[in-house]
């Protein structure tokens, strides 16, 4: 109870400082401090934005976005819980990919777009490869120390009942790993989200990153703003799933 109590009251306070911010943007552009042109009253946005949905038209944009950045997340996450879980079980892979794995995680994933379209060309792949590069190392990074912070004991103890490596990986490395995997994961799906949006500005034809670019130069400022609103309630309702994935496979987190 206390801690339903706790958090409906942090859920409140949030409410209500979104509602005081909404509500001093509209006053200001009420009183003109604001140029409503250039940034339109949350009523005026609210309208647009209801037209949108009613008509349908977010659907095919809101579709294109969320399977690009579902593809590539789905990738990323798949190749940086292997490689992590190789490189902290295997001490000879480990120092064959580390020095690899920490020249190429500090660069800001956006400066590797030019050279990407040299090679991948402008399109899908590319878009894809740009999520996949600004997912996988925190997911990578984060199993790889869940991996080698893992007890001794739990290995020591499937190795007395002679448990064969890949069902020590599946059923003991894995499970005990899986809050620093999940925590990677949280952090990449940010990260994949903003890949996205920026890779279809660039190189896209469609989808949120596109539609938003091409609003804002043909000055449609309004309905820019409606596509970003969409855009924000796509990466809360992505927000909400992996919370609520992660309360399944590790529901002793949301008690702590």
């Known amino acids: 109870m206390p801690y339903l109590t706790e958090r409906w009251t942090s859920i409140a306070v949030g409410a209500a400082s979104l509602a005081g911010v909404l509500l001093l943007w509209e006053l200001a552009g009420a009183a003109s401090w604001i140029n409503p042109t250039l940034l339109p009253p949350p009523s005026r946005i609210f309208e647009t934005l209801v037209a949108i949905v009613a008509s349908g038209k977010f659907l095919g944009p809101l579709w294109h976005t969320f399977a690009l950045f579902a593809t590539g997340y789905a990738i990323a996450c798949a190749?940086?819980?292997g490689l992590g879980v190789?490189?902290?079980?295997?001490?000879?892979?480990?120092?064959l990919l580390e020095p690899l794995v920490e020249i190429i995680r500090p660069i800001p994933k956006p400066a590797l777009v030019p050279a990407l379209f040299l090679f991948l060309g402008i399109g899908k792949t590319t878009m894809v490869t740009v999520i996949v590069l600004a997912v996988l190392?925190?997911?990578?990074?984060?199993?790889?120390?869940g991996v080698r912070g893992l007890d001794p004991v739990l290995l020591d103890t499937a190795r007395t009942f002679h448990v064969s490596r890949f069902r020590t990986i599946w059923a003991v490395v894995l499970p005990a790993t899986l809050p620093m995997v999940l925590a990677g994961?949280?952090?990449g799906l940010g990260l994949g989200l903003v890949l996205a949006i920026l890779a279809e500005m660039l190189a896209?034809?469609?989808?949120?990153?596109?539609?938003?670019?091409d609003l804002q130069r043909s000055f449609q400022i309004r309905e820019m703003f409606a596509w970003i609103v969409i855009l924000v309630a796509l990466g809360g309702g992505l927000t909400v799933a992996f919370d609520l994935m992660e309360k399944r496979f590790v529901p002793w987190r949301g008690r702590a």
């Open 204 to 213: 896209g034809e469609s989808g949120l990153g596109f539609l938003i670019l």
């Open 79 to 81: 190749l940086g819980i």
């Open 185 to 187: 994961m949280r952090l």
């Open 137 to 145: 190392f925190p997911v990578l990074i984060n199993t790889l120390q």
């Open 86 to 95: 190789a490189m902290g079980t295997s001490p000879t892979l480990y120092g």
